[in-house]
Nanobody
């Protein structure tokens, strides 16, 4: 069982930046797929950014391309999600997920272990 924990959420103004972190109880996340998902009130969950397990390639939802960046941190068990030029529609609970394969890594079903989420609120 892999433990996953997110941090870094908060309330920000439109146009601001913030960085979310995902820490997993593994020695090296390079061997896993990692995805960030968000769920806004009353809406379905959406995969926004991910690393694919097989080759480490990154993928982004069209809604966040150019504003979100998923990166591997210096700590091998940590992945970050940088949100730039935040918009009100970015308001959601953000979840990190880890999986041993995760080929289609923007799909929830590809992941085995999930964090509890961190809330992001963007206001004008």
């Amino acid at each position: 069982q892999v433990q996953v924990a997110e941090s870094g959420g908060g309330s920000v103004q439109v146009g601001s930046s913030l960085r979310l972190s995902c820490v997993a109880s593994v020695s090296n996340l390079d061997h896993y797929g990692v995805g960030w998902f968000r769920q806004a009130p009353g809406k379905d969950s959406e995969g926004v950014a991910c690393f694919r397990a097989s080759d480490g390639r990154t993928y982004y939802a069209d809604s966040v391309k150019g504003r979100y960046t998923i990166s591997r941190a210096n700590a091998k068990n940590t992945v970050t999600l940088q949100i730039d030029n935040a918009k009100p529609e970015d308001t959601a609970d953000y979840f990190c997920a880890v999986g041993p394969r995760a080929y289609n890594c923007l799909r929830r079903s590809e992941f085995s272990w999930w964090g509890q989420g961190t809330q992001v609120t963007v206001s004008s």
